[in-house]
Each structure stands twice: as structure tokens, then as C-alpha cells.
């Protein structure tokens, strides 16, 4: 929570990536008895899932409304994750028990995992979900401000070939509608 929030605020926080790092990490998870780690890699039926399941909770285009402060934005992709009632699944999908090979995920796998967290009762188990969930969110404000990083200013004065030869083509459609050549 104080990470979520020291980004809210301005402050610098470690980036997150919603994906995983191609890096091995040896940082395991300790929840309810069991070690789990960060999936680093992954297959492509993991990353096609990956991505029908981000949809599927609404975010796969994480962008922040005009009117949204960063706070109202995380706020709503929390609630968009939570109320999906697939924030778990989610977590299935990234954390797999310790010393998995990324090729041995597997949908049921990720069912189990989702199914272990959604039973734990232990605080800091608990505890530790939210942070991991709220870390996963951190991605995608992360990949909002690079887009936003990258992105050309909204002036109207960069556009792009297509939208110039558009312009051109409806232009000369106009002129020829009203006899004009």
C-alpha cells in the first residue's frame, strides 16, 4: 500500500512490469505454507490466455481518462480488477509454485493456484495477495506514463501519412461533389 501510494503522490517508486521480467528471479512467495514464484517466462498458450484474460477484467487498454487524477485512476483499475471476480485468476496466471518450468503452466495450474490464494485466512497472507495485486496494477501506471512519455502532443500538428493522405482524399471528394476541381 505505501508503494501505491507513494506513486500516487509523485514519488518515485521501483518500476513493475505487469509482464513478467526475462530475468530468473530467486525470490519466492511464501503463502499459506506453500513457495510460489513470478512466472519469467512464458509460452505462448500462457501469453494468448494472458491476454483474453486481461480483457476480460477490462485491461487491456489501461489508459487514463482526461478528467481521471492518478489517484481516481488506480482506484479504478483496482475495482475494475476486483469487481471482474478475476483478480485471482490473474494471479494464477503470474505465480507459479517454486521450481516450475515456465513449459510445464498449465490452465489447471493456474485454476489451483487461484483456487489455493482465494482459501488463505492468515493476515499476512492476505496481506501479501493485496500487495501483489496492487504490484501488478503498478505495471500498468508504469506503462501508462511511458505511453504517455511517448506519445506526440495532442496539438493536431503531428499526423501521420495515412491521416494526411485521408485529409487529402476527403478534400478532393469535397471539391468534386461541389463541382470544384
Known amino acids: 500500500m505505501k508503494r501505491l501510494r507513494d506513486f500516487?503522490?509523485?514519488r518515485r517508486a521501483r518500476k513493475v512490469s505487469w509482464r513478467p521480467s526475462p530475468q530468473p528471479t530467486s525470490d519466492a512467495i511464501a503463502l499459506g505454507g506453500r513457495r510460489f514464484v513470478q512466472l519469467t517466462e512464458s509460452?505462448?498458450?500462457?501469453?494468448?490466455?494472458?491476454?483474453?484474460?486481461?480483457?476480460?477484467?477490462?485491461?487491456?487498454?489501461p489508459m487514463r481518462l482526461e478528467d481521471e487524477t492518478p489517484a481516481d485512476y488506480g482506484g479504478r483499475l483496482l475495482r475494475?480488477?476486483?469487481?471482474?471476480?478475476?483478480a485471482l485468476d490473474v494471479l494464477g496466471h503470474?505465480?507459479?509454485?517454486?521450481?516450475?518450468?515456465?513449459?510445464?503452466?498449465?490452465?489447471e495450474m493456474a485454476k489451483e493456484t487461484a483456487a489455493f490464494l482465494g482459501g488463505?485466512?492468515?493476515p499476512d497472507d492476505k496481506q501479501r495477495i493485496y500487495a501483489l495485486t496492487l504490484e501488478f496494477?503498478?505495471?500498468f501506471f508504469q506503462l501508462e506514463l511511458d505511453s504517455l512519455r511517448?506519445?506526440?502532443p495532442s496539438s493536431g500538428r503531428?499526423?501521420?501519412?495515412?491521416?494526411?493522405?485521408?485529409?487529402?482524399?476527403?478534400?478532393?471528394?469535397?471539391?468534386?461533389?461541389?463541382?470544384?476541381?
Do not use: C, N, Q, Y
Open 43 to 61: 509460452t505462448v498458450e500462457h501469453d494468448f490466455r494472458m491476454m483474453a484474460l486481461l480483457r476480460e477484467v477490462g485491461l487491456d487498454r
Open 137 to 139: 496494477l503498478l505495471g
Open 94 to 107: 503470474l505465480l507459479v509454485p517454486e521450481g516450475t518450468s515456465p513449459r510445464d503452466w498449465s490452465v
Open 158 to 181: 503531428t499526423r501521420s501519412r495515412a491521416d494526411k493522405k485521408r485529409k487529402r482524399v476527403v478534400k478532393k471528394v469535397v471539391r468534386m461533389g461541389t463541382g470544384r476541381t
Open 80 to 86: 475494475d480488477l476486483i469487481s471482474s471476480d478475476r
Open 8 to 10: 500516487l503522490r509523485g
Open 120 to 122: 488463505l485466512v492468515h
Open 150 to 152: 511517448r506519445s506526440p
